[in-house]
């Protein structure tokens, strides 16, 4: 079974920074292009970010280039996202997703969530 | 950035009823390689989305036949044949064809 858990949200200041964590199981973590996507509350969906399968290519929505960065550890079946700069409008779930049959940046949907991790940025 | 426009916003069914919502892009979602990346989303109160339905009209594994896709270009469609109580919750379509991956705002099904 396919399980992804999200980790690492929290309460944060203001210009603060996190990182959140993706631990994957039930399929061959390698070989899978990875996304996040965050939901702000009582709002829609939005593409963050997302990450090939050796970690060498990584694509980002043009507003949070510069201060979000996707990783990714394989031997570790993990994905992450550091968020700097933090801001109120960052507040959100992010969730991360499997990528099925994307091809880079486009194509493809997301075939299994997982819970979602909440940030709160506030003072 | 293509836009997704959802309507309508809420659609209160009764049981066993259909329910229908539609999804406009901005530009045409056909891509290069001839396929159409949209996809549709279900989003049950406090879950995560679930993928319901890719390229248009591709059921996605487990998903009950009651639900289907449809549409063309800008124009795209999800149909719930008979509406369950289980079938309570925000749906959303989102296009792949262009970068960067977008949503609808989403359409609220609940029961009358």
């Known amino acids: 079974e396919v399980q992804l858990v999200e980790s690492g949200g929290g309460l944060v200041q203001p210009g603060g920074s996190l990182r ?4 994957a199981s039930g399929f061959t973590f390698s070989s899978y292009w990875m996304s996040w996507v965050r939901q702000a509350p009582g709002k829609g969906l939005e593409w963050v970010a997302n990450i090939n399968q050796d970690g060498s290519e990584k694509y980002y929505v043009d507003s949070m280039k510069g201060r979000f960065t996707i990783s990714r550890d394989n031997a570790e079946n993990s994905l992450y996202l550091q968020v700097n700069s933090l801001r109120a409008e960052d507040t959100a779930v992010y969730y991360c997703a499997r990528e099925r049959g994307g091809r880079g940046a486009v ?8 819970q979602g991790t ?4 506030s003072s | 950035d293509i ?3 959802q309507t309508p916003l809420s659609s209160p069914v009764t049981l066993g009823q259909p ?8 530009q045409s979602l056909v891509h290069s390689d001839g396929n159409t990346y949209l996809s549709w989303f279900q989003q049950r109160p406090g879950q995560p989305p679930r993928l319901l339905i890719y390229k248009i009209s591709n059921r ?7 639900f289907s896709g449809s549409g063309a270009g800008t124009d795209f469609t999800l149909k719930i044949s008979r509406v369950e109580a289980e079938d309570v919750g ?10 960067p991956r977008t949503f609808g705002q989403g359409t609220k099904v609940e029961i009358k």
């Open chain 1, 20 to 23: 959140l964590s993706c631990a």
């Open chain 1, 107 to 114: 194509a493809g949907t997301f075939d299994y969530w997982g």
């Open chain 1, 118 to 121: 909440l940030v709160t940025v």
């Open chain 2, 3 to 5: 836009v997704m426009t």
């Open chain 2, 19 to 26: 329910a229908s919502i539609s999804c406009r892009s901005s």
């Open chain 2, 60 to 66: 996605f594994s487990g998903v009950p036949d009651r």
């Open chain 2, 90 to 99: 925000v749906y959303y379509c989102m296009q792949a064809t262009q970068f």
